[in-house]
Every structure is written in structure tokens, then in C-alpha cells.
């Protein structure tokens, strides 16, 4: 992609030129989108980024943000412009301490041309001046700023951050964060990690949170409003920081009862994946009128709606899964959602078992039977859904099916080992659906590539069942929906309002 200008007609106005070092004719604009087919302007091309480092504040009755955002990053190729994904209005920026020009494109992008062209290999400090009113902008028409009575929260997927901080928005580009927030006495920030510090002065706390390994942009989480703070250290020693908003009415208790269980879940679910990847975990509770979770890293986002109905634990088990398949080894590209989803929903199946209200095999029986060969939930490929089915039930349902056809083929022995390695495999990291076969492959010794494309990448409904009886496959057969599944099923529900709520 390097652009050179050779023209020897054009030597003239060369001598225009002389300022620029002579190979800053090699030097090009880094891409507006990072190269993922589904979301062709997220992310972006020419650098990578390391670590952000946000200082803000917030004023609830107005909703107005305002801070400083500083990205450490290093270059990938020759630079002469690059692009972050921001929204709100941006009143300076500085690339290595000199001041650099920048102006809005597209839907999200600020482009940013440093004062001199940056050489592949360079280290750069971005330093981004910002304020607005988040809950004002939109990009293709949406808005995942989420406005409460006493605040706001960001936490969206796949898009969430260009709310509140400038960054290189996609799982691939992960960093770590520092996340700095004043707000008036008598109101808390949460945010993802360890609470470092906070502070008093003329009438407003700051709040400082630490994630000190790498964390995906969309995982990144911010709440503001009144909360009650909840902390503990689990059996296995993850310490637990929990919030809940004081404003959550009659679903406080159901909210309390579920979350307050996160040590122990999060310590059963080590059992399986291995040893918890982060320095803390937890969740927290807004007053939003949202209907999903999602597994903001450290610190889950629940929807109050998750717990109108009553305690909902399997949900929290969803989301503590993902801080192993989802957070800790992040997806290259969004097409790679089954790592995340089928993962978190076969999580919740195991639980199911654990709690004995439906085993994995009655729960795969059931998915597979209530779906005839003629419903659409077949046409969805779990392995590469698009970007409009991304979040359907049955990246969800037909996703845990896939996992169960898998150790059924392989056995229990292979099945967990892969279930455990995985995570280490890829620790910190990203990988793909690909990424998985092989390793799967690697760990059982068996060919498996026919069982993943059957399960995986197929727009039709298996001939076989997932290791249940063969007369599932008959149309004919009915399967009793076990107990678990309501609880299960109420982890996606919300996901996929939220998705229809943008048009997708
Ligand atoms: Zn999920």
C-alpha cells in the first residue's frame, strides 16, 4: 500500500518538497478500517496499540464527558496519517508531543496527521483532548450510551467505546487501561480491574481503575451513577468487587443473589478452564432500561431485566465463561464469535448438570429435536454467521450443540483437556475458529475437520444427532425441555433485542 510519487514531469515542484525527508514519498495513510469483512471501518490500520490511559469527568445532570485520552502505541508500517474511532469532539491532539492536525471522517473515524511522517517500528504517545455529550452522537445511527436516572454506562458489543475514548476499536488490537474518572461526591465509577485509588477535592471523587492485562476495546466498561459497593476474596483467592445501583427496585434482591454468587461460580469454573486469567473479578448492576449481559472483562455488565424473573445464576456462569473464551483469548475477527458464544452457552450447560436441572446430553437432545430440518436456526452457520446473524440464538443453542458433537467424538479425557488447554494455549491472546479445530485436532489426535464443518459451517441441520439417541433425527420425536433451559436461553434474549435496536 505504499504510494510513491515518481514523476519526472513534476520536478519542479520538487523543490516544494525538500522539508520532507526523501523517503517520505514511501510513507501512506494508515487504513480507516483494521481489515475485518464484517465491520470494514472498526479498528484501524498502521499501528498497534498497548496501553490507554483515560483521564475524565463526567457531570451526570448534563451528561457531559470531558478528559484526556493517552495512547501508547507502536507503528506497523510507514505512517504519514492514521485513523482512531472516536465520536465526541476533539479539541487537540498530540503525536510525540508535537501538536498534530485531525478531523472527522466517515462514521467514526478521526483522522490524525502527526507534524512529521512515523517510520514502521516507532513508538508513539498519542495525546487526545476531548469533550461532549455521549448520549448526543450517533454512528450509523445508533447510540450505545446508555443514559441513566444517575448516570450513564458504556458497555456494548461490538461497538461501545468511541462514546467515551478514542482507540483502535477492535478485539484484535487489545492493551492494557488506566481509567481515571472524577464525578460528584456521592457518585462511584466503575470500571474494569483493581480500584487503585480514589480521591476528594472541591466537591468531586475520583475513581482510578487498573486492567493490567491486555483487554479488548469492546470489553473496556465505564458506569457512572450511585451504587453500593460489595467486595470479597473467593475459596480459590480471586479477589470479587461487585456494584449494584441503588435504584434497582424490586429486582435488587434477584440482581444480589445472582451476582453475589460470582466467587463461587468463577471458582467452579477454574475447575473446567483452568486457573482465572485476571486480578479480579465481579459484575455490576446499572438502572438501565437495556435487556442483556456481556462480559465486560473483570466486571460483567448485567441488565436489571436479567433478574425480573428471579434469580438468574446461569447467566452469571455465561459471563464468568467468557473471561476465559472470550476475554483472556479474544477472537481474531468478529466472524470468530462461536469461540466466544458457544463456549459461554455450553458453560451454562455444564452448570445445568452441576445443579441437576437438565444434563449437556439432554440439553443437546433438546436443541437438536425442537429445531425441524426446515427452521431457519439451521441456516445460520455457527463457524461464520455474518454480521447480521452474529448474535443469533443459534450461534448460541446450535454453537454448545457443536461442543457436544465434539467430545463426543473425542471422549471426555480429550474433550476436557482441550476445554482446560485452551486457555493457555492462547493466554492474553487472540485466535480463530480455525485456530480452534487445529487444537482440537492436536490435543484428541483426531481428524476432525468433517465434524466442524457438519456442525460449524453447514446451512442444514446434521442427519446425525450430537451423541443422542439416533432416533432424534426423526421429525416426529419430542424431547422434554429440560428444567435449566428458561435461565438458559434468558443469557442471548437480551443480545439479540439490543442487536435488533440497531437495525441489524
Ligand atoms: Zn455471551
Not at 437 to 458: C, H, I, M, N
Amino acid at each position: 500500500m505504499h504510494r510513491r510519487i515518481i514523476a519526472p514531469g513534476a520536478l519542479a515542484a520538487a523543490s516544494l518538497l525538500l522539508a520532507i525527508p526523501a523517503s517520505a514519498a514511501s510513507y501512506s495513510p494508515g487504513a480507516p478500517g483494521i481489515g475485518d469483512p464484517y465491520y470494514p471501518y472498526y479498528g484501524n490500520g498502521g499501528y498497534d496499540v498497548s496501553h490507554y490511559d483515560l483521564r475524565l469527568q463526567y457531570q451526570p445532570k448534563t451528561d457531559e464527558l470531558q478528559g484526556t485520552t493517552t495512547i501508547l502505541a507502536k507503528t506497523t508500517q510507514d505512517l504519514s496519517s492514521f485513523d482512531l474511532d472516536f465520536l465526541l469532539d476533539v479539541s487537540e491532539v498530540r503525536v510525540n508531543g508535537a501538536k498534530a492536525a485531525f478531523t472527522h471522517s466517515q462514521q467514526h473515524e478521526l483522522v490524525i496527521t502527526p507534524k512529521t511522517p512515523l517510520a514502521k517500528g516507532t513508538p508513539i504517545t498519542v495525546v487526545v483532548r476531548y469533550s461532549g455529550v455521549p448520549s448526543t452522537k450517533t454512528a450509523y445511527g445508533f447510540n450505545s450510551w446508555h443514559r441513566t436516572p444517575d448516570g450513564a454506562v458504556a458497555a456494548d458489543e461490538p461497538e461501545a467505546a468511541w462514546w467515551w475514548f478514542p482507540s483502535n476499536d477492535h478485539p484484535s488490537d487489545k492493551a492494557t487501561y488506566d481509567v481515571s474518572v472524577a464525578v460528584p461526591d456521592g457518585t462511584q465509577a466503575i470500571s474494569n480491574g483493581t480500584l487503585q485509588a480514589t480521591s476528594s477535592k472541591l466537591g468531586w471523587t475520583r475513581y482510578s481503575w487498573r486492567q493490567n492485562k491486555p483487554q479488548a476495546t469492546y470489553l473496556a466498561t465505564l458506569a457512572i451513577g450511585k451504587f453500593d459497593i460489595t467486595t470479597g476474596t473467593s475459596d480459590g483467592g480471586v479477589p470479587v468487587i461487585n456494584a449494584y445501583s441503588k435504584d434497582l427496585g424490586d429486582n435488587d434482591g434477584a440482581a444480589r443473589a445472582s451476582v453475589e454468587r460470582t466467587g463461587e461460580i468463577v471458582d467452579w469454573l477454574s475447575n473446567y478452564f483452568g486457573p482465572y486469567p485476571f486480578s479480579t473479578a465481579g459484575g455490576y448492576v446499572p438502572n438501565t432500561t437495556t435487556g442483556y449481559a456481556l462480559e465486560t472483562q473483570t466486571r460483567v455488565y448485567y441488565s436489571p431485566k436479567q433478574f425480573a424473573k428471579g434469580a438468574n445464576a446461569s447467566v452469571v456462569v455465561h459471563e464468568l465463561a467468557h473471561q476465559w473464551y472470550g476475554d483472556d483469548v479474544s477472537l481474531k475477527g468478529w466472524k470468530d464469535i462461536w469461540i466466544n458464544e458457544g463456549f459461554a452457552t455450553y458453560a451454562q450447560w455444564l452448570w445445568s448438570e452441576h445443579e441437576g436441572e437438565g444434563t449437556t446430553q439432554e440439553l443437546a437432545d433438546y436443541v437438536y429435536a425442537s429445531h425441524p430440518a426446515d427452521d431457519p436456526f439451521w441456516t445460520v452457520k455457527p463457524g461464520d454467521p455474518g454480521p447480521d446473524k452474529q448474535f443469533d440464538a443459534a450461534v448460541y443453542d446450535r454453537g454448545a450443540l457443536a461442543i457436544q458433537a465434539l467430545r463426543k467424538a473425542v471422549g471426555d479425557d480429550a474433550f476436557f483437556a482441550i476445554l482446560k488447554g485452551w486457555p493457555q494455549e492462547h493466554a492474553y491472546g487472540n485466535a480463530s475458529v480455525a485456530d480452534f479445530e487445529r487444537y482440537a485436532e492436536q490435543v484428541s489426535g483426531k481428524p476432525l475437520a468433517s465434524l466442524f464443518d457438519t456442525w460449524l459451517f453447514q446451512p442444514s441441520k446434521p442427519a446425525a444427532p450430537a451423541g443422542g439417541a439416533a432416533s432424534l433425527a426423526k421429525a416426529s420425536t419430542k424431547v422434554a425441555q429440560p428444567k435449566s433451559w428458561k435461565k438458559i436461553e434468558a443469557a442471548h434474549d437480551g443480545q439479540e433485542a439490543a442487536q435488533e435496536a440497531r437495525g441489524r
